[in-house]
């Protein structure tokens, strides 16, 4: 009893994690691999995902659980992202646009979307209580299907978005001509050793992450923590817990979309049709990895979360490759099985077992 109670205490589901973490970058020492780029990927895939796992902080505090339909706001950040590539389009010659204008321009036009979406998808989760990642779940995977029809129809002019031939946009859009791509991770980067350091990436999820710690200490952060950890008291205390968990999903969505224009400009491509689909459950299995459960969550769970999660995934591929260098096709299969392995491994922990 007293040897469970300790491994309880030290979170047995984090050391395990943890451990296959260590074991993997053991065996990239072993196989001799380049240190020095795992480092540099590590941080930056790091930073990419780090405002979309804080994303998830909001939503299990406002109790309606990890937010499966973040994916409303990824579309409402890639919306607002190819409405600034079009502006810039369309009055190129009379206004320049500079990468960092540009960028902000992104992030100002996916904030009305992600507001209203927010507000409409946290009115379902009001009415489904219960149920929610079931239902974030079929509305996340319902976005990305009826936005495939609108990335077909809406109309689009800029040679950089449009298809050559007919309607609609492509399925990546390069940022790179904009000055977007690596427009974060180059700001005030340095170099230790054969280490990049993208300061301004780690900066910006720095920086997101202080303004959720703000937050949480205001009045309408405490309130929303309270609706969510015991309803009927907040209910008693006068909150209204309705608005509280729509506060939260708004709040998540917004994160949502801000996040993806983050991730993008790292990546330096806008992925859309089916480049969103599955992006939530990375978000929810990093910050489940980190500690939290579908009722509880911390800055540090995201935290933690995003270095385990997102450093075993850059560090089990070329381990992966290593490994299967005579099946050229196996470096792919052992990194999807790793991965999926997991996420599936933390929604076993949801419940925070």
Not at 82 to 99: C, I, K, M, N, T
Request: proline content about 3%; glycine content about 10%; aromatic content about 10%.
């Amino acid at each position: 009893m007293k040897a469970k109670g300790i491994l309880k205490d030290m979170d047995l589901a984090r050391l395990i994690i943890a451990a296959f973490f260590v074991l993997l970058c053991v065996a990239a020492i072993a196989l001799k691999l380049n240190a020095a780029e795992l480092i540099t990927s590590s941080l930056t895939r790091m930073g990419m995902w780090g405002v979309l796992v804080l994303a998830m902080l909001p939503a299990i505090l406002a109790g309606t659980g990890p937010n499966f339909g973040v994916s409303l706001g990824i579309v409402c950040g890639l919306l607002g992202g190819l409405l600034a590539l079009e502006l810039a389009y369309r009055l190129e010659g009379a206004v320049y646009f500079s990468p960092w204008a540009l960028f902000l321009t992104a992030m100002i036009f996916s904030l009305p979307f992600a507001l209203l979406m927010g507000i409409g998808y946290g009115w379902i989760l009001n009415r489904v209580k219960g149920s929610e990642m079931m239902i974030a779940t079929y509305v996340g995977f319902s976005i990305v299907s009826i936005m495939k029809l609108a990335w077909v129809f809406l109309p689009f002019k800029s040679p950089e978005m449009a298809w050559p031939i007919g309607r609609g946009v492509r399925v990546q859009i390069a940022l790179e001509n904009r000055g977007l791509a690596q427009l974060l991770n180059n700001f005030l980067a340095f170099r230790i050793g054969a280490v990049t350091i993208p300061t301004g990436l780690l900066l910006t999820v720095a920086l997101a992450l202080f303004l959720m710690w703000l937050f949480l200490r205001s009045r309408t952060g405490m309130a929303l923590a309270a609706a969510g950890s015991n309803p009927r008291f907040a209910e008693a205390c006068g909150i209204n817990v309705d608005r509280q968990r729509i506060v939260g999903t708004v709040l998540s969505t917004v994160l949502g979309a801000w996040g993806i224009l983050i991730y993008s400009q790292s990546y330096g491509f806008l992925q859309l049709y089916e480049g969103p689909m599955f992006m939530p459950f990375v978000a929810v299995a990093a910050i489940l990895i980190g500690g939290a459960s579908v009722k509880k969550a911390t800055i540090a769970h995201v935290v933690i979360g995003t270095v385990l999660f997102l450093g075993i995934q850059v560090v089990a591929v070329p381990v992966a490759n290593a490994f299967t260098a005579e099946w050229s096709s196996m470096g792919e299969i052992s990194r999807k099985i790793i991965q999926n392995g997991v996420i599936l491994y933390a929604l076993t922990q949801a419940g925070g077992e």
